[in-house]
């Protein structure tokens, strides 16, 4: 689980991280820590808070898509 101001940013098995990620245009740069990398993209203090906002209504709007997938972890 990945949170920001009280508000999700991902759920999901650690292992789908990378590739939720790359669905959404954020992937993590060769060579670099997964864990470092999304707490970038989602601390206020290190990015534009309007791309702390992409995080958060990227995930909800893939939460939404995706809990009618029976297919999905979700």
């Not at 920001?4 to 670099?32: C, Q, V």
């Not at 990015?47 to 809990?67: F, G, L, N, Q, T």
Request: proline share 7%; glycine share 6%; aromatic share 12%.
């Amino acid at each position: 689980m990945v949170l920001t101001g009280g508000k999700a940013a991902y759920f999901g098995p650690a292992a789908f991280l990378g590739d939720y990620l790359e669905k959404i245009d954020r992937a993590i740069p060769k060579n670099s820590n997964p864990a470092e990398h999304v707490l970038d993209l989602v601390n206020r203090e290190f990015v534009d808070p309007k791309e702390v906002d992409y995080m958060i209504e990227s995930w909800m709007a893939y939460r939404d898509r995706e809990s009618n997938n029976p297919d999905s972890y979700l």
